[in-house]
């Protein structure tokens, strides 16, 4: 056979079409093979993890911080960092400046948490905190701006905390007049902790700490819950708070309520599940 010295022949048009399409598919494979490789080559980025906030927790008047216990375990069983300071119960002017100077040591979001009198504490210390994301309220007064605890718990007929059930008890340095008020250990069952055991409600009464009758009469100042989304937890059986005063004061703070149907004003104490899980909605809003 003769040696071809001839001009190569063009291939038909078609065929060319093909053979450029396939480069081209070839040339995108590859580019695209190497991006993925580069990008299984570095590490993968995730979302950093929202951080849980802590939980604080105040006791009111005529108990402690041990009421909570039965919601701490909860909280904690669920990864959350949860205090329970002592709430001094001097007054509100005093007990909130000492729990905004808590609030203070903690980094990150707060849910911050009150029962009875320590409602009022939290309205008022945590007014302009930026840090506190939710309040709750359990069983707790929720007074706006110049209103007094006092005012409250009368505003509404039924409840035990009027002068016969208390006893008075002079302490060091009061203003004339003042006194420590504490429950009577004979009612405080039926005013307190109605429907608990015997047992448990004589260990409360005798346990209990007492509150400065100045913390009746004081202003309240600009509440928090203008500003701060809130949570209420409503006991149908609470003789310290009557319920229709509790539903009044987180209808007008625009709530979000959670009523516990013959839980007393211990709630927390009777009921610390229920608590707990409105606790953790105020912290799952707050994440």
């Known amino acids: 056979m003769k040696p071809f010295n001839g001009p190569i022949p063009r291939l038909p048009r078609l ?13 995108v494979a590859a580019s695209a ?16 993890a929202v951080p849980k906030p802590s939980v604080v927790l105040v006791h009111g008047a005529w108990g402690d911080s041990a009421n909570w ?16 300071p002592p709430n001094p119960l001097q007054g509100i002017p005093d007990d909130s400046a000492y729990l905004r100077d808590f609030l203070d040591t903690i980094s990150g979001p707060i849910v911050l948490v009150g029962h009875s009198y320590g409602g009022a504490v939290i309205t008022n210390a945590a007014t ?20 007094t605890i006092g005012q409250l718990v ?14 008075l008890v002079p302490y060091p340095g009061a203003p004339t007049g003042a006194a420590d008020a504490y429950v009577k250990q004979s009612v405080f069952g039926s005013c307190m902790a109605n429907g608990l055991n015997p047992t448990v409600t004589g260990e409360l009464a005798a346990t209990q700490h007492p509150l400065t009758t100045l913390a009746l009469g004081q202003e309240s100042g ?4 203008l500003t701060v989304p809130s949570w209420a937890v409503i006991g149908t059986a609470d003789h310290a708070i009557p ?20 839980a007393p004003h211990l709630s927390m104490v009777s009921n610390p599940g229920a608590v707990t899980e409105t606790i953790l909605d105020a912290a799952h809003a707050a994440s």
């Not at 509790?246 to 516990?260: C, D, F, G, P």
């Open 15 to 27: 065929l060319r079409t093909k053979v450029a399409t396939l480069g081209a598919l070839g040339a």
């Open 33 to 48: 093979f190497a991006g993925s490789a580069a990008a299984d080559a570095s590490p993968r980025q995730s979302a950093p």
């Open 69 to 84: 216990n039965g919601v701490i375990r909860r909280l904690q069983h669920d990864g959350y960092t949860v205090y329970a």
């Open 128 to 147: 302009g905190d930026a840090q506190v994301k939710a309040l709750v309220y359990v069983d707790g007064f929720e007074p706006a701006a110049n209103e």
């Open 154 to 167: 009368t505003a509404q007929p039924g409840t035990c905390v009027v002068p016969a059930n208390l006893s």
């Open 222 to 225: 600009t509440p928090a819950w």
């Open 243 to 262: 319920p229709a005063e509790l539903e009044y004061m987180a209808k007008r703070a625009h709530s979000r309520v959670t009523v516990i149907p013959h």
